[in-house]
Structures are given as structure tokens and as C-alpha cells.
């Protein structure tokens, strides 16, 4: 659900964006869309907390979540409406290493006696 939201997004003909005042407001919105990815393929690898998560599940959702993003920068790019950036490609992984720690984090505060 969450990759197809993010596909549809990623893909639509916006137009032109109201200007902001938040720096970078759009590298914001991509790294909160790809932690919402990699958090999600956590959520369902953990069984929601009871087990602590493996390395590789952690790689998968890291791997998961920056390939998707690499295709829709791709993807973009061929579009006349958008336009792929590594700099947003940046963004994503960014925002896909945030969910990692926490993740991490969270697990390891609700099952500290498993190493």
C-alpha cells in the first residue's frame, strides 16, 4: 500500500509547487515517503516488537527501499512533468537509514536480553 502511494505520487503531473519556506522541503517529503517503506517492511518483519530483527532483514528494507527509489528516479526522468535528481535519489536512502535506527532501537529497548 505504502509503495503504491509513493509510485502514484512519484509519477503524477503536479504541476508547479507552491514555494515554501522550508529549506528543501521536497527532500523532507522524500525521506519521510521512503521511511515510510522501509518502516512498513520492518513493521512486517518484526511481528510488531516480539521478535528482534535480523541483519538481513534490515538489508532487505534497506535494499527494498533504495532500489524503489532509484527506479522512480529513473522513472522520472523520463518524464516531461518531472525530473529524477540524486539528490532526491539521497534523500530516500536517507530517509530509509532513519527508519533502520529506530527500528533498531525500538527493538532492542523491548527485547534488550536478546543479543
Known amino acids: 500500500m505504502v509503495c503504491t502511494l509513493v509510485l ?4 503524477i503531473n503536479i504541476g508547479v509547487l507552491p514555494k515554501t519556506d522550508v529549506p528543501s522541503a521536497d527532500k523532507i517529503v ?3 515517503m521512503y521511511f515510510s517503506i522501509a518502516g512498513m517492511l520492518m513493521l512486517n518483519q518484526t511481528s510488531y516488537f516480539r521478535n ?3 541483519k538481513a532483514q ?3 528494507a ?3 527501499s533504495v532500489s524503489f527509489g532509484i527506479l522512480m ?6 518524464l516531461p512533468w518531472r525530473s529524477g ?3 532526491d535519489l539521497i534523500a530516500n536512502a536517507l530517509g530509509a537509514v532513519i527508519a533502520i535506527i529506530i527500528m533498531l532501537t525500538i527493538t532492542h ?3 534488550p536480553k536478546h543479543e
Open 8 to 11: 502514484i505520487l512519484s509519477v
Open 30 to 32: 522524500h525521506a519521510i
Open 52 to 54: 528482534k530483527i535480523t
Open 58 to 60: 534490515l538489508y532487505f
Open 62 to 64: 534497506f535494499l527494498f
Open 73 to 78: 528516479e529513473i522513472i522520472q526522468f523520463f
Open 85 to 87: 535528481s540524486i539528490y
Open 109 to 111: 529497548y523491548y527485547n
